[in-house]
């Protein structure tokens, strides 16, 4: 991997494809990092790693989270505590998705799209939904750290 690769890592609930979102990325020649910062009471801990280049979110459903894991004990309760734990990572991301309604495939390809516009000039906000404000406007500013 070059060493002017973009530094990514990836933030959010339990069962929301943060290390399928990694693993496809690297596969594709990305510096993609899976952060389970939702195991850990350090705010912050997304920065503990290093300040990445592009903060990607993503987010699930108590139902989803249990579906996915096969279980049943996940209620709304247990997710809204890890989205408070991971409040300041939300606030700081640049791309926000929730993954409920999405297969494997549709959250790597959201994630590619989104990561192929960082550089260039993004579409209309109206034409990428899942692109956060924050992106939109670092791009208007500095895009390199």
Known sequence: MERSTPRIAIVGVCASGK???AEALRARGYNARSIAQEHSYVTG??????QPNILIYLDARA???NARLGRDDWDQAAVAEQHRRLAETRRYCDLYL???DLTEAEV???VVCFLEGWFAE???EEDRPYRSSRAARKKSTT???
Not at 45 to 50: D, E, F, I, P, T
């Open 19 to 21: 290390t399928m979102l």
């Open 108 to 110: 790597v390809e959201r």
């Open 143 to 145: 895009r390199r750290r």
């Open 63 to 65: 139902e989803t989270i």
């Open 122 to 124: 993004p579409p209309p």
């Open 98 to 100: 929730p993954t409920d």
């Open 45 to 50: 801990m997304w920065r503990a790693h290093g």
